[in-house]
Nanobody
């Protein structure tokens, strides 16, 4: 029903910025809570950021709070992750995730709570 495709990952220097994009197919994007996760080499996938379907509630992991911003564009069925002040420890494959909900204030931070996933985009922070 819904497909998510991430893009924008690349090599960037420490302290630099990068914006990841997630393109969502489907007719009910406005009813989806969305999130970003990442998986560093040799580690489990971890929560990064989440946004409610109504765009009113945002939540970030402690490791990225103040540096990353999640946003969405309803007209184009897009979700973004703006990443600033990047650190080498931000290096990971970044995944976009979504879940259809009927409460517009809901957001999720647990991997198991999401039903749709993109295939990921690689972000490498290195000098």
């Amino acid at each position: 029903q819904v497909q998510l495709v991430e893009s924008g990952g690349r090599l960037v220097q420490p302290g630099g910025s990068l914006r990841l994009s997630c393109a969502a197919s489907g007719r009910t994007f406005s009813r989806f809570a969305m999130g970003w996760f990442r998986q560093a080499p040799g580690t489990e996938r971890k929560f990064v950021a989440a946004i409610s379907s109504n765009n009113h509630r945002l939540f970030y992991s402690d490791s990225v709070k103040g540096r990353f911003t999640i946003s969405r564009d309803y007209a184009n069925n897009m979700v973004y992750l703006q990443m600033n002040s990047l650190k080498p420890e931000d290096t990971a494959v970044y995944y976009c995730a979504g879940r259809e909900i009927d409460n517009s204030d809901i957001y999720y931070i647990t991997e198991a709570d999401y039903e749709y996933w993109g295939q990921g985009t690689q972000v490498t922070v290195s000098s």
